[in-house]
Structure formats: C-alpha cells, structure tokens
C-alpha cells in the first residue's frame, strides 16, 4: 500500500475537539478533522467547498514524542472598540478571556492511506500548497521537515523516531492512533467528534472511532533530535 508521510513537529501544537470561545482543548494526538482540513488548505478548498473527494482518506499516527500539555491564559478584545473586540465579543470595558490548550515539544509521524490517486492529489498539493500548513491553529507553524515523501510498505515501522535512544534496551514503546483500524487488538477505542462533515464558517462533524494501541520497536529507530534525526532521514 502506498503511503503519504507527514511529519508534525513543533513548539506548540493544538488539535481541538469541543473547543469553545472560554475553553480550547486539545487532543493529545492530530485530529482526522485538522488533518483533512490541513490537506483540503494546501489544495485551495474555501469555505463552503465539499470535502467529499477526500473523504476516502485513512490516517494512522505514531506518537515520536508525547509532549505534554500546556495551558494558555488568552485575552482578546480589551481597549478595542473594532475588529478583534467586535469578532470576540469584547469591548473596551471588558475583553474576552479563554484557557487554550496546546500540546508542547510533541512530535507525530503520519501515514495518510486512501484510494492511489487522491494520496498523489494530496501529495502534490502539499508540495506547493495553496494555504499553507499549520498545526490545529493558525498559531501553530510546522518546524523542520513536515512532508516527508510518498513510500510503499509500512513507514511508520521503518522511518526514524524522533527522540532520543534509551539509555538502555533494545526496545522502544511506541504509541499509535488510526482513525480506521488497528494492527492488533486495540488497547483503547474512543469516539469523537473529529469527521469533518462541512469546511466552513459553520462546521460540523461526525462521529469518529479512534483506535489507540502500544507497539515495541527497535531502539536503533530513535534518530535523536535535530541534526541527528534530520541525518537518520536522509540515510
């Protein structure tokens, strides 16, 4: 099976799930939503365009690095009569005040699956993306190598980790998160509301069921961090 490889790596990260304006979670692990809505931005889809043609899209995560999560004390709208104030609901009196949840120093390996051709429309978009990449919000840049090529076989198993060797052992616990099924019998099956069902102002979304287990991978995977994860990508 062919596989598009994507990386997502950076100082912040933040995959929402029933984020409102005082309360913006985040998963601790990419949402089938912001991975479709990354795709559907790199091919130039705007608001209101069907997601249809890239509904047959199947995504599995491998966890590099978990990070961990930080909370962000956000203000908005305060000292302003116009824009951000009004689009906030604050005023001049009174600004808008929210908890933003953000996964920090974590690191994902992505392998998007679907039918051959729309794996190759999406590669190609995201090799020169219309609107380009952004980790859960707009906030949230991509560092380092994000889309990492197209490969037969099983990617996830055979790509470096980005993390450091362990001190000692040969082995690596390494978890997984698939939008569609498991290797093995799954350690957790959770459902959430991340299938993207409209692109626009007013989104809304199905029922996706997430399947998350743990694997044992060898210890010579781990590339270390930097110049020495970006070496074991290029050899």
Request: with cysteine; proline share 7%.
């Amino acid at each position: 099976m062919t596989a598009l490889v994507l990386h997502l790596d950076g100082p912040m990260q933040s995959w929402g799930h029933t984020a409102q304006w005082d309360h913006r979670d985040t998963l601790d692990h990419p949402t089938r939503s912001a991975l479709i809505g990354m795709i559907a931005a790199a091919v130039g889809k705007r608001w209101g365009d069907s997601l249809d043609d890239l509904a047959s899209l199947r995504f599995t995560t491998r966890v590099d690095r978990p990070g961990r999560m930080i909370v962000d004390y956000h203000t908005a709208g305060g000292g302003y009569e116009t824009g951000v104030a009004r689009v906030a609901g604050g005023n001049r009196n009174h600004a808008v005040l929210s908890n933003r949840h953000y996964m920090s120093d974590a690191a994902y390996t992505v392998a998007v699956t679907g039918p051959d051709e729309t794996v190759q429309r999406a590669y190609d978009a995201l090799l020169a993306p219309v609107f380009g990449p952004f980790l859960g919000r707009r906030a949230c840049p991509p560092c380092g190598p994000w889309l990492i090529g197209v490969y037969d076989g099983d990617p996830l198993r055979t790509l470096p980790l980005h993390r450091e060797p362990p001190r000692q052992g040969g082995t690596v616990a390494v978890e997984f998160v698939s939008d569609h099924e498991a290797s093995g019998p799954a350690d957790r099956v959770e459902t959430t509301l991340t299938d993207p069902r409209g692109y626009g102002l007013h989104r809304s979304y199905g029922a996706c069921t997430t399947h998350r287990w743990s694997e044992f991978l060898p210890a010579d995977l781990c590339g270390g961090y930097g110049v020495g994860w970006l070496d074991a990508l290029a050899g």
